[in-house]
């Protein structure tokens, strides 16, 4: 297989975004959440700064790069960066562990410390594990490496503490967005390049796919926490908000606000009147990706930045793929739900480790985005392993930056930029809004039932479901 063990499999890449959108990002808005290599040492061909004439004291971090099912091709690409990451630094040793992030086994694996040295977390992970001291605080650490003042605040926000300490780095960020299958459109007699641009057309495209092709039109995750994070992306394209913060604090819970209502009363159509939704209502994010890459799914509401996930661990097609906006209302309050990933590292290491872990940090996530040589070899390496170059994505880097980055790679693009303009030439004039900040996850997975009960059940009360769901997260809220 390669160097490294059997068991691991699959590995995330942070690729440079096509899309820009540089005031407006907040989380997993953005490559959500500067710009040189340290003063000290000058880059390599690889884009990180040569080994430094300090002796390094041997140290091992295992870092959480590897997702189950990945193809060979990509964790050969991940091997080679790490073998050009040890040879820039002699004294550490890298070995990647299988980790895919999920509300309850991230949960389940903190608390028993089993977590790798470096890894990654949602942007609205990012509040409450600082504030329970639950991940390192890396400020200086991160300060040191030169380009700090070239995050997009909007996005670094997410992994700082309230005195603006950095305790967790934005490595990726994106605006949601509609996934569709252009195969599934032409078998349907649509125009791919015309994708749905209101929900009503989301509605009736569904129900012309799943009459012409016999596939779910329309597919909607709703375990795993997703059910919740995927009906507040169709609140907030409505012009709803789950919840409120006062100049105190407070938060007040507010899912059963009169858009959440129309975007499950929507769904609940769409299964049962329409019957466009297929006959899988448990998907999760992993599994719904596996879906639309099997051409079981005609559309489904994600992030921007799924091509890469789908490409190298689902064997999707390119010539399938396609990526529009969200329908937003004419609402003024309407918006693109937006977030990101942050990269953290473990309470349990050392000081040595965690010099180590920032180091790998600035070498496998950054390096890319604000370095030529960087950026060229990492581009050079994902094409030589058959790799995506140039998936939509939001910047987590100003302008300048990202500007100067994407003139780097533009010969590397490897994506279908086709197929994906009717999202990259119109985020620009969407809103981007961040999720809910107090209790994210909590609120979510209390929205999952919601989800599956109007899927499942064609007498679900959207009222009283919702009503339920909202007296437990306040009461999570109040609890603190």
Same mark, same amino acid.
């Given at each position: 297989?390669?160097?490294r063990?059997?068991?691991w499999?699959?590995?995330?890449f942070?690729?440079?975004a096509?899309?820009?959108?540089?005031g407006?990002?907040?989380?997993?808005?953005?490559?959500s959440?500067?710009?040189?290599?340290?003063?000290?040492?000058?880059?390599?061909?690889?884009?990180?700064?040569s080994?430094?004439?300090?002796?390094q004291?041997?140290?091992?971090?295992?870092v959480?790069?590897l997702?189950? *099912?990945?193809?060979?091709?990509?964790?050969d690409a =991940?091997?080679? +960066?790490i073998s050009?990451?040890?040879a %820039?630094y @002699?004294?550490?040793?890298?070995?990647?562990?299988?980790?895919?992030w999920t509300?309850?086994t991230?949960?389940?694996?903190?608390?028993a410390?089993?977590?790798p040295?470096v890894?990654?977390?949602?942007?609205?992970?990012g509040?409450?594990?600082?504030?329970?001291d639950?991940?390192?605080?890396i400020?200086e650490?991160v300060r040191a490496?030169?380009?700090?003042d070239?995050?997009?605040?909007?996005?670094?926000?997410?992994g700082?503490?309230?005195?603006?300490k950095?305790?967790?780095v934005?490595?990726?960020a994106? *605006?949601?967005?509609?996934?569709?299958n252009?195969? =599934?459109f032409? +078998?349907?007699?649509?125009?791919p390049? %015309?994708p @749905?641009?209101?929900?009503?057309e989301?509605?009736a495209t569904a129900?012309t796919i799943?009459?012409?092709?016999?596939?779910?039109?329309?597919?909607q995750?709703?375990?795993?926490n997703t059910?919740?994070w995927?009906i507040t992306?169709s609140t907030?394209?409505?012009g709803?908000r789950?919840q409120t913060v006062a100049e105190?604090g407070?938060?007040t819970?507010t899912?059963?606000?009169?858009?959440t209502?129309?975007?499950?009363?929507?769904?609940?159509a769409?299964?049962w009147?329409?019957?466009?939704m297929g006959s899988?209502?448990d998907?999760?994010?992993?599994s719904?990706?596996?879906a639309?890459a099997a051409?079981?799914?005609?559309?489904?509401?994600g992030?921007?930045?799924l091509?890469?996930?789908?490409?190298?661990?689902?064997d999707l097609?390119?010539?399938d793929y396609?990526?529009?906006?969200?329908p937003?209302?004419s609402?003024?309050t309407?918006?693109v739900?937006g977030?990101?990933t942050?990269?953290a590292?473990?309470v349990?290491?050392?000081e040595?480790e965690?010099?180590a872990?920032?180091?790998?940090i600035?070498?496998?996530?950054?390096?890319k985005?604000?370095?030529?040589?960087?950026?060229?070899a990492?581009?050079k390496?994902?094409?030589a392993?058959?790799q995506?170059?140039?998936?939509?994505a939001?910047?987590i880097?100003?302008?300048?930056?990202?500007d100067?980055?994407?003139?780097?790679i533009k010969?590397y693009?490897n994506?279908?930029?086709?197929?994906?303009?009717?999202f990259?030439?119109?985020?620009?004039?969407q809103?981007?809004?961040?999720?809910?900040?107090?209790?994210?996850?909590?609120?979510?997975?209390a929205?999952?039932?919601v989800v599956q009960a109007?899927?499942?059940?064609?007498?679900?009360?959207?009222?009283?479901?919702?009503a339920?769901?909202?007296?437990?997260?306040q009461a999570a809220?109040?609890k603190?």
């Amino acid at each position: 297989m390669s160097r490294r063990s059997p068991r691991w499999f699959a590995s995330a890449f942070a690729i440079v975004a096509i899309a820009s959108l540089v005031g407006a990002c907040s989380p997993t808005a953005s490559p959500s959440p500067s710009s040189a290599a340290p003063a000290s040492v000058a880059p390599t061909a690889s884009g990180a700064a040569s080994p430094s004439a300090v002796a390094q004291v041997p140290v091992t971090i295992t870092v959480g790069v590897l997702r189950p *099912g990945a193809t060979q091709a990509a964790v050969d690409a =991940l091997n080679l +960066q790490i073998s050009e990451f040890e040879a %820039k630094y @002699p004294g550490i040793t890298v070995e990647p562990e299988e980790y895919d992030w999920t509300a309850p086994t991230f949960t389940a694996a903190l608390a028993a410390g089993t977590l790798p040295d470096v890894f990654t977390i949602p942007f609205t992970d990012g509040k409450g594990l600082i504030a329970q001291d639950q991940i390192v605080n890396i400020d200086e650490r991160v300060r040191a490496l030169g380009y700090a003042d070239k995050f997009n605040p909007n996005v670094l926000v997410n992994g700082q503490s309230a005195d603006g300490k950095i305790s967790a780095v934005p490595i990726a960020a994106y *605006g949601m967005s509609l996934t569709y299958n252009r195969t =599934l459109f032409t +078998q349907a007699g649509l125009d791919p390049d %015309k994708p @749905p641009t209101t929900w009503d057309e989301v509605r009736a495209t569904a129900k012309t796919i799943a009459e012409k092709t016999g596939v779910a039109g329309f597919a909607q995750m709703a375990t795993e926490n997703t059910g919740g994070w995927q009906i507040t992306t169709s609140t907030y394209a409505l012009g709803g908000r789950m919840q409120t913060v006062a100049e105190d604090g407070k938060a007040t819970a507010t899912l059963n606000n009169p858009e959440t209502k129309a975007a499950l009363e929507r769904l609940k159509a769409m299964r049962w009147e329409d019957k466009s939704m297929g006959s899988t209502f448990d998907y999760a994010w992993g599994s719904i990706n596996q879906a639309f890459a099997a051409g079981q799914i005609g559309m489904f509401t994600g992030g921007s930045d799924l091509y890469t996930n789908m490409v190298q661990n689902n064997d999707l097609k390119p010539a399938d793929y396609g990526v529009t906006t969200i329908p937003l209302a004419s609402s003024p309050t309407a918006g693109v739900l937006g977030g990101g990933t942050l990269a953290a590292v473990n309470v349990v290491t050392r000081e040595e480790e965690r010099d180590a872990a920032v180091k790998w940090i600035d070498f496998y996530y950054l390096q890319k985005l604000i370095n030529e040589a960087g950026a060229v070899a990492d581009a050079k390496a994902l094409v030589a392993n058959n790799q995506p170059v140039g998936v939509p994505a939001l910047p987590i880097f100003d302008k300048a930056t990202y500007d100067q980055s994407q003139i780097w790679i533009k010969d590397y693009i490897n994506v279908p930029v086709a197929q994906m303009v009717n999202f990259t030439s119109k985020i620009f004039d969407q809103p981007i809004v961040t999720e809910p900040t107090v209790k994210t996850q909590e609120l979510y997975g209390a929205l999952d039932p919601v989800v599956q009960a109007v899927l499942t059940d064609q007498n679900a009360d959207i009222d009283a479901l919702l009503a339920a769901a909202n007296t437990q997260v306040q009461a999570a809220l109040d609890k603190g």
